[in-house]
């Protein structure tokens, strides 16, 4: 029996590969190479703390599998980013680790002595499943930029008749895909239905929304709440992926995000750090496969002392902006949800003062608020410190309207959420 290849970080491929495959181990398991060359996929084995040499190169993956094993608290956080990048990097993640000695039959190859346990989980998913997966991460990934979505192959009919098959695969999903189009804009209305009808506007207080899905459903999710005559609770949520998967997560997130508890005839409001260590655990607990990570940043306001109280699970800061100052991110330290089930969270408290706005906003709208830079950090765009001082409802309408301009490659293309308060 041929050993297993060792992962080695010095062969990095120089041009596009299938499958990227990050693990803890000093070796690529035999089934997994046996599997991947059957699928006939290319693949490049890499140690997960070699990641950062192939950072630059995400460009050149088409989906990741991650297998890793007895991490400790500072493996899993340095993992937790990992994944954080390259959902911003629309890469589709698989999980797999803690092999289950549970034979599963497949339809397409012999019957495994392995099944894949997801993010440490009990549950299993067979040979079968694991193809799906990739097969869908791949479409997804190489369609919007123009790569054939097909493993490469040579003249010889045996491996021409594989990829005749997998191409008549896509063909078929791509006919499916276009027959549940009205569906697809059906479920849009519906989620509509979940976000809030009206925005809690009062004296002191002026609220605006923006929810800008990338296709008919969106992988975003907002809400503003009431809780009591003095404390309102709001939040954005952003569901790695798009379309239907990620949709129903942030159905889940909806109905799983508790702002506050009724006993009788006395109720509790949760604090933010507490709001999200427990969406995180109901993540965790669901075991959620697939689009199984979101993001999230809640906030709970004291609409009497103005005091603004924030928590966040690895979204994007909030953005604080007083009039007449450059707008400043509220940093604030917090890992993805739904990856381990004992991530920990903090929050922070500031007090908002008159004229203060603050934005909550998902990733697909980050492009037009600013960027990143490794020596200067987060630069914001002109054009968005020129409509900062606008009153909100104004400042929203420039903004809708300069991204509706925008020319964006459909690579790019995102789901943009906006939620903002203006004290009057």
């Known amino acids: 029996m041929a050993k297993p290849d060792q992962t080695n970080p010095a062969a990095l491929p120089q041009s596009f590969t299938d499958v990227l495959y990050l693990t803890n181990s000093e070796q690529m398991p035999v089934d997994i190479k046996r599997f991947l060359k059957q699928k006939r996929l290319s693949f490049t084995a890499l140690p997960v703390d070699k990641f950062d040499t192939f950072r630059d190169r995400l460009d050149l993956v088409g989906t990741v599998i991650i297998d890793t094993e ?17 959902e911003m990097d ?102 509509r239905d979940f976000l809030p009808a009206r925005l809690p506007h009062c004296d002191k207080l002026h609220w605006a929304a923006t929810f800008m899905p990338a296709e008919w459903v969106s992988g975003d999710i907002y809400d ?29 997130l909806k109905q799983t995000l508790v702002m506050r508890q009724t006993v009788k005839s ?85 007090k908002l003062r008159k004229g203060d706005k603050l934005l909550l906003h998902s990733d697909g709208a980050e492009p037009f608020i600013g960027s990143f830079d490794e020596r200067t950090g987060f630069n914001f765009n002109q054009r968005f410190c020129e409509i900062k001082d606008l009153p909100i409802v104004d400042m929203f309408d420039k903004f809708n309207m300069f991204v509706r301009n925008h020319r964006i490659d459909p690579s790019e293309v995102d789901d943009i959420t906006i939620v903002g308060l203006e004290v009057l």
Not at 70 to 86: P, Y
Not at 151 to 161: C, I
Not at 235 to 251: E, F, K, W
Request: hydrophobic share 40%; glycine share 6%.
């Open 90 to 191: 629309n890469i589709g993640v698989t999980l797999i680790g803690n092999r289950l000695k549970v034979p599963v039959k497949s339809f397409s190859l012999a019957p495994a002595k392995n099944s894949f346990s997801m993010a440490g989980t009990i549950e299993t998913v067979s040979l079968d499943d694991l193809w799906v997966r990739i097969s869908l991460n791949l479409a997804y990934r190489k369609k919007p930029a123009g790569i054939i979505v097909k493993p490469a192959s040579s003249e010889n009919p045996v491996k021409r008749t594989h990829t005749n098959k997998l191409a008549e695969q896509f063909r078929m999903t791509e006919s499916l895909v276009d027959n549940l189009a009205e569906q697809l804009r059906l479920a849009g209305l519906v989620q």
């Open 224 to 252: 503003v709440v009431r809780l009591d005559e003095d404390h309102i609770g709001f939040y954005v949520a952003d569901a790695v992926g798009h379309s239907m998967p990620a949709a129903l997560l942030t159905i889940f």
């Open 266 to 350: 006395s109720y509790r409001i949760f604090p933010p750090v507490e709001v999200i260590k427990n969406l995180n655990v109901r993540m965790a607990e669901q075991k959620l496969s697939g689009y199984q990570f979101a993001t999230c940043c809640y906030c709970l306001l004291n609409t009497k002392t103005l005091e603004l109280t924030y928590a966040r699970a690895g979204h994007p800061y909030p953005v604080l902006v007083k009039a007449g100052r450059p707008p400043q991110q509220l940093e604030i330290k917090g890992p993805l949800l739904g990856v381990f089930e004992k991530s920990e969270y903090v929050q922070q408290t500031i």
């Open 70 to 86: 007895d991490l400790n608290v500072i493996q899993e956080q340095k993992l937790a980013r990992i994944i954080e990048t390259l």
